[in-house]
T-cell receptor, first 112, second 109 residues
Framework: DVKVTQSSRYLVKRTGEKVFLECVQD?????MFWYRQDPGLGLRLIYF???????EKGDIPEGYSVSREKKERFSLILESASTNQTSMYLC???????????FGPGTRLTVT | TQLLEQSPQFLSIQEGENLTVYCNSS?????LQWYRQEPGEGPVLLVT???GGEVKKLKRLTFQFGDARKDSSLHITAAQPGDTGLYLC?????????WGAGTKLIIKP
C-alpha cells in the first residue's frame, strides 16, 4: 500500500520561529509537492521537486523554502513563521508531474 | 492564469437525493482528476478522465469530461452519509495540475 507520511499532524509555533515540516514517501516517486490548504481557496502549490536536490517554485513560495536531499524525503521550511502562515499543509508525491498525486494526512500548523 | 472553478462551493442535502458538482474552465486540459478529501485526511483520487466526452462510473458516482476537455461534472445518485467530504477537481496542463477550490458536500441521514 502506497504511503506518504508527514512528521506532525498538529503543530503550534510562535511568530518568528523557524519551522520544519517533513514528508516521506515510500513509492520511489520522482516528484514531490508541498501545498497549503485554506477554506475556500483550495490547494495552493508552494514548491515542488522533480528530482533529488531539484526544486521549483509554485504559486505561493514567499516565506517558504524546501529541501530534498534524498528521493523519499521532502522538507518544507518556514524561515520565520508568521500568523498568516497558519494553515493546513499537505505533502504529495507522484510518478509524473500531472499523474495521480498521493497525499499525506496533512499538518495543521497554528502560528501564534 | 489558468483557473478551474468548482460549483457549488457548498452543498447540504438529505440522504437519498441526487446531486451534481461542476468543474469549469476556459482552458483545455489533457486530463482531469477528481479527488475526495475526508476531514483530517489528504485528498484521495477517485477517477481520471482523459478523452473528451468520456463518462466513467464508480458505483453511484458518474464522472463526465466535456467534449472540449474544458469542463467536467460529478453526479452522485442516491447520496449516502458516507459520501460526505470535500470534492476537488484538478486539470492537467503544461506538466502541472491546476486545482479547483473544492465543493464541500454534506449528506444528512
Amino acid at each position: 500500500d502506497v504511503k506518504v507520511t508527514q512528521s506532525s499532524r498538529y503543530l503550534v509555533k510562535r511568530t518568528g520561529e523557524k519551522v520544519f515540516l517533513e514528508c516521506v514517501q515510500d513509492m520511489d516517486h520522482e516528484n514531490m509537492f508541498w501545498y497549503r490548504q485554506d477554506p475556500g481557496l483550495g490547494l495552493r502549490l508552494i514548491y515542488f521537486s522533480y528530482d533529488v536536490k531539484m526544486k521549483e517554485k509554485g504559486d505561493i513560495p514567499e516565506g517558504y523554502s524546501v529541501s530534498r536531499e534524498k528521493k523519499e524525503r521532502f522538507s518544507l521550511i518556514l524561515e520565520s513563521a508568521s500568523t498568516n502562515q497558519t494553515s493546513m499543509y499537505l505533502c504529495a508525491s507522484s510518478l509524473n508531474l500531472y499523474y495521480e498525486q498521493y497525499f499525506g494526512p496533512g499538518t495543521r500548523l497554528t502560528v501564534t | 492564469t489558468q483557473l478551474l472553478e468548482q460549483s457549488p462551493q457548498f452543498l447540504s442535502i438529505q440522504e437519498g437525493e441526487n446531486l451534481t458538482v461542476y468543474c469549469n474552465s476556459s482552458s483545455v486540459f489533457s486530463s482531469l482528476q477528481w479527488y475526495r478529501q475526508e476531514p483530517g485526511e489528504g485528498p484521495v483520487l477517485l477517477v481520471t478522465v482523459v478523452t473528451g466526452g468520456e463518462v466513467k462510473k464508480l458505483k453511484r458516482l458518474t464522472f463526465q469530461f466535456g467534449d472540449a476537455r474544458k469542463d467536467s461534472s460529478l453526479h452522485i445518485t442516491a447520496a449516502q452519509p458516507g459520501d460526505t467530504g470535500l470534492y476537488l477537481c484538478a486539470g492537467a496542463s503544461n506538466y502541472q495540475l491546476i486545482w479547483g477550490a473544492g465543493t464541500k458536500l454534506i449528506i444528512k441521514p
